[in-house]
């Protein structure tokens, strides 16, 4: 038989208080935590929050929405939004394509997909109007607005913070 202390018995109440804890922690994950499943934003667990109807976002803020992309495919997305409503985009045409919010860089497109596949790159060049916007990922390989244009804010379901 091994030395040391023996192991103690847990009472019943014991056991109902560790299960009643799993399940708060449980919940909490599940219903205020959101976690990417790439790298495009440069963060992989964010806090959640849904957003109310008109709430409104601000530059930088990271936000959750569903997208339909040209296969025909609708996917939820995490990004951040670079440019907001009334906002002046300029995207340079001289070589690989940048892309400038009130004369601040937000980044540059690229021409082709890791696999090879030509890019179709936003073309755009003014305010952005109103109810619209620019939303980025930070990872070199992020499918966002310089791809795809603007995004709807009525599609933004939940504002995000990052946690890790």
């Given at each position: 038989?091994?030395?040391?202390?023996?192991?103690?018995?847990?009472?019943?109440?014991?056991?109902?208080?560790?299960?009643?804890?799993?399940?708060v922690?449980?919940?909490?994950?599940c219903?205020?935590?959101?976690?990417?499943?790439?790298?495009?934003?440069?963060?992989?667990?964010f806090?959640k929050?849904k957003?109310?109807?008109?709430?409104?976002?601000?530059?930088?803020?990271?936000?959750?929405?569903?997208?339909?992309?040209?296969?025909?495919?609708?996917i939820?997305e995490?990004?951040m939004?670079a440019?907001?409503?009334?906002?002046?985009?300029?995207?340079?045409?001289?070589?690989?394509?940048?892309?400038?919010?009130?004369?601040?860089?937000?980044?540059?497109?690229?021409i082709r997909?890791?696999?090879?596949?030509?890019?179709?790159?936003?073309?755009?060049?003014?305010?952005?109007?109103?109810?619209?916007?620019?939303?980025?990922?930070?990872?070199e390989?992020?499918?966002?607005?310089?791809?795809?244009?603007f995004?709807?804010?009525?599609?933004?379901m939940?504002?995000?913070?990052?946690?890790?």
């Amino acid at each position: 038989m091994p030395r040391g202390r023996p192991m103690a018995k847990l009472s019943r109440s014991k056991i109902l208080l560790l299960s009643v804890l799993v399940s708060v922690v449980v919940w909490f994950v599940c219903d205020h935590l959101r976690i990417s499943p790439t790298k495009s934003v440069g963060y992989r667990i964010f806090l959640k929050a849904k957003l109310d109807t008109g709430e409104k976002v601000g530059r930088n803020d990271y936000v959750a929405f569903d997208h339909l992309v040209p296969d025909g495919k609708n996917i939820h997305e995490l990004k951040m939004v670079a440019c907001l409503p009334l906002d002046e985009l300029v995207v340079t045409q001289e070589g690989i394509p940048a892309f400038f919010c009130n004369g601040v860089f937000v980044g540059r497109a690229k021409i082709r997909t890791p696999s090879g596949k030509l890019l179709p790159i936003f073309q755009y060049n003014g305010r952005i109007p109103e109810g619209k916007y620019f939303v980025f990922g930070a990872h070199e390989n992020s499918y966002d607005s310089r791809y795809y244009g603007f995004i709807d804010g009525s599609l933004f379901m939940e504002k995000l913070w990052p946690v890790l």
